[in-house]
């Protein structure tokens, strides 16, 4: 590694020791003028006296739920609960009856008896009845941290003996195909997955980084967090609401800033093109973009290709495109790919990938053929397996097969589950001593680089052919424009004597109930014509009811638990199937 850090408290140290006076982080309120920002001494001295408090208090090894909205605050109080032994529970702060409902189950299946969080959110009415509902439980004590601040820095705290092996925090997991799971992460884990970051995307002290990702999800907490503080170069956060309300105020930092490392998910991008128009920002200036990651959720090569070709005009290069794949049992990133080449592409013959066989194939109209985009080859020190998801046989190159992951950005497990850990955690070959992680994702390897081509639970399978939900509904979300794009949801219904291939899909509001039938008849057509799949039914509900997980991963297995149990939010009451 750059410089031997033995966990993240020496981390920490470090910097504010040898950058003290130069600012860590800056944060940018919704409606404000100027951004926040902290030096590097002053997080630590913030971060130790959380840390102070949990030594008086004994609280070392309890675990304490992050409740923050993004922000520094949200920083100190996460370096806080690692400076103190404290394992950090990052979560969402909640905003509905839902979101109560899964950050009460967290609560329990962590046995946390912190809450951290601020005064603003103490004061918050729409945190007050989740917050009311937790201290009934006496053994969880709620502390706003920022009532723990006072300008003595110097305060006595003990500089804890920490292995690298030991817990830093709880990720968990986004929940896309089961309930969500605490993943152990640990110091040496966070160390070891931010050196392959660094050399992934060549960081250095000179580099600066602009992030709206949440920084209770892995890519915003390793990517944009972490590596910051890794390398010793300062990070810029606004808040995701602040990037959905005002896209453009995302490219204007990287511009005003000079911003070389920013990303996010392939719906950010998509949504810049649709949201931005170059003419009206004409003074931004986007050629210090020299990483642009692209990551979380299934790639489109479309989406890049457009939002290079329509900021080309403000510096913006398709070289800079970074596509990369991660999960949080592996802390974060798996693979990814150079700064400097355009994203790798390939066209497959869609019948043989229908049977999980990688067959090039010349994109010309008298065929149907995939287009697919390489995630990049596997980070440093980690090793990528392609198996056979039934046989655990090793798959030949350009056959689609179950991703498996080695090395020491593997986490330690899930927190209280030993089952799903050994089932998730395992061996591949007996005489092979080495642990991986069967990360339940399909790809294949092609010329060293990886290809994820979607989800193991989700894959759907009729008369023996996969098929990928994302594929049949990024095909459907083309056949008119009040389809909203990454807002659908594809599986098969097994309850009839036949499977019936059922979607599940958003529209506009305002969209005339009267067409929908021609549309539902659109839909099938172009699905049936670019598959050769009969879609049984078409189901439109209203914008906003798809079930995602707090990444925005659409949660397929969720949508279709709603509509067998007639729980979907139908648009308008229509009619409920769109025959």
């Known amino acids: 590694m750059s410089i031997a850090f033995k966990n993240i408290v020496d981390l920490v140290l470090h910097r504010a020791s040898t950058q003290a006076a130069a600012k860590a982080f800056y944060f940018l309120e919704n409606k404000a003028v100027e951004a926040q920002h902290i030096s590097n001494a002053d997080l630590l001295g913030k971060a130790s006296q959380i840390a102070r408090y949990f030594q008086e208090h004994h609280l070392a090894g309890e675990r304490a739920l992050l409740l923050y909205p993004q922000g520094l605050e949200y920083i100190c109080g996460f370096l806080g609960c690692l400076l103190g032994e404290v394992i950090a529970v990052p979560v969402s702060s909640p905003l509905t009856l839902r979101a109560h409902n899964k950050l009460y189950d967290i609560l329990r299946n962590c046995q946390a008896k912190l809450i951290l969080t601020s005064s603003n959110v103490l004061n918050d009415k729409r945190s007050k009845t989740f917050l009311q509902r937790v201290q009934s439980n006496r053994q969880v004590k709620v502390i706003a941290t920022d009532t723990l601040f006072n300008f003595d820095y110097h305060t006595a705290w003990d500089i804890p003996a920490l292995s690298g092996d030991a817990i830093a925090f709880l990720q968990f997991t986004s929940g896309s195909t089961s309930f969500p799971k605490g993943v152990m992460v640990s110091h040496d884990n966070i160390l070891h997955n931010s050196e392959c970051i660094h050399r992934q995307f060549s960081t250095s002290p000179d580099s600066f980084c602009v992030s709206w990702l949440p920084l209770y999800h892995d890519m915003g907490l390793i990517g944009t967090m972490f590596q910051p503080l890794y390398k010793g170069f300062p990070g810029f956060f606004m808040s995701p609401l602040h990037f959905l309300h005002k896209p453009w105020k995302w490219l204007q930092i990287i511009s005003d800033y000079e911003a070389d490392l920013s990303g996010g998910p392939n719906f950010a991008y998509d949504y810049c093109v649709q949201k931005i128009n170059p003419e009206v920002h004409p003074d931004l200036d986007l050629s210090s973009w020299r990483v642009s990651f692209n990551g979380g959720e299934p790639l489109q090569a479309k989406t890049m290709k457009r939002f290079a070709a329509k900021f080309s005009g403000l510096g913006f290069k398709l070289t800079s495109f970074a596509p990369c794949y991660g999960m949080a049992e592996n802390t974060l990133i798996i693979s990814g790919c150079s700064d400097s080449e355009e994203p790798t ?19 010309d109209e008298s065929s149907f053929v995939q287009e697919l985009c390489s995630s990049g080859r596997p980070a440093w020190g980690q090793e990528v397996l392609i198996l056979d998801p039934e046989t655990k046989a090793l798959c030949l190159e350009q056959r689609i097969g179950e991703i498996w992951v080695s090395g020491e950005s593997c986490t330690k497990g899930y927190w209280n589950d030993q089952v799903s850990t050994e089932k998730v955690y395992t061996k591949w070959n007996p005489s092979v001593p080495k642990t991986y992680l069967r990360t339940q994702d399909l790809g294949f390897l092609y010329k060293g680089e990886l290809f994820v081509t979607g989800r193991l639970k989700e ?12 594929d049949i509904e990024r095909i459907a979300q083309q056949a008119h424009p009040v389809l909203r794009s990454n807002a659908g949801a594809a599986f098969v219904r097994e309850e009839t004597p036949f499977p019936e291939l059922i979607l599940v899909q958003e529209v506009n509001r305002n969209t005339p109930v009267n067409e929908l039938g021609t549309i539902s008849q659109k839909i099938k057509f172009l699905v049936f014509e670019y598959f050769g799949l009969r879609l049984n039914q078409v189901v439109f ?15 397929r297995l969720q949508c279709k638990k709603q509509f067998n149990l007639d729980q979907l939010n139908l648009y308008h009451l229509h009619e409920k199937y769109a025959r």
Not at 349 to 359: C, E, H, L
Not at 543 to 553: D, E, L
């Open 459 to 470: 894959l759907i399978i009729i008369r023996g052919q996969n098929y990928y939900p994302h």
């Open 541 to 555: 509900v209203n914008p906003f009811s798809i079930p995602k997980t707090s990444s925005g991963k659409i949660q």
């Open 345 to 363: 592409t390939i066209s497959v013959d869609i019948n043989a990938y229908k049977n999980g066989d990688i067959v090039l194939s010349p994109v």
